[in-house]
């Protein structure tokens, strides 16, 4: 640790240094750095192995959800969506089974952590369609998701962006397996391949924003192709709406004002 009498009060770190301040005077000293090396052999630093492991297990988590609904979620997500996703499956790994850095990550049995996730969180789902209904369905094999809702005011329902004419409901589906610690590979890996990071979509017709829509909505995202399904794999079903500006004929997206979050999980 040096004193630092230039005539420059500088706080901080640059190039290596840390500047700061204590009891009137300024200081400088080196940054401290820990070797690759010996963060991953120094006994001392354990919990920080056990720590990466784990990380390095939520990453691959998160990766397979985000891979579920990646046909959709350029449309609805925000840039954060894989750090708060990431973070949701940091949060389960405490229940897992296992020693620590080997936990489990046991989607299944944690399904409702994931109940009511925003993929934009400055863009509720919520806010941005309210219409009564029950909410989508999954039927006992786990192969098919329902989603039906009676007629309803687009006026009353649903919050409209600027410039939007029309807009679409979709139900999207998809699957992601617990994950294990693999001993040979020294990694995270899914305890069952198939079905894992895959779902579909399934959209509306367009509707016209501006009084009843007219008839219920009925939407069904077919699964069939991927049964069976192993006990420690999760179908998560999420409501999404999407907007639309209608020119000349044509419907165009919106670039931004959609919204989904997961509404069910089994």
């Known amino acids: 640790m040096a004193k630092n009498n230039s005539f420059i009060r500088l706080e901080g770190t640059l190039d290596g240094l840390t500047f700061y301040r204590k009891n009137g005077e300024s200081f400088v000293k080196t940054k401290n750095r820990v070797s690759r090396n010996r963060i991953m052999n120094d006994p001392e630093y354990i919990r920080t192995r056990e720590n990466m492991q784990e990380f390095g297990g939520a990453a691959k988590c998160g990766k397979a959800f985000r891979s579920a ?29 296992g020693l620590r850095g080997q936990r489990l990550y046991n989607v299944v049995d944690n399904v409702t952590q994931f109940i ?19 909410g989508p369905v999954i039927n006992a094999s786990r192969d098919s998701v329902t989603w039906d809702i009676p007629d309803f005011n687009t006026d009353t329902y649903v919050n409209i962006p600027a410039g939007a004419t029309h807009f679409k409901l979709a139900l999207a589906s998809g699957y992601m397996s617990n994950y294990e610690w693999d001993v040979a590979t020294k990694g995270y890996v899914p305890v069952a391949d198939t079905p894992n990071g895959i779902g579909v979509v399934t959209y509306s017709n367009a509707i016209a924003i501006g009084g009843m829509v007219g008839a219920a909505t009925s939407l069904t995202t077919d699964l069939t192709a991927f049964a069976p399904v192993p006990v420690t794999t999760v179908l998560l079903g999420a409501t999404a709406i999407v907007f639309f500006q209608m020119v000349n004929g044509e419907l165009y997206e919106l670039s931004q004002g959609h919204s989904m979050k997961i509404a069910v999980g089994l």
């Open 116 to 134: 009511g996730l925003d993929f934009n969180i400055s863009k509720p789902f919520d806010a941005n369609f309210n219409a009564p209904s029950d």
């Open 69 to 97: 609904f990646a046909s959709i979620s350029r449309l609805v997500a925000d840039s954060y969506i894989s750090s708060r996703v990431t973070g949701k499956f940091r949060g389960i790994v405490g229940n897992g089974v």
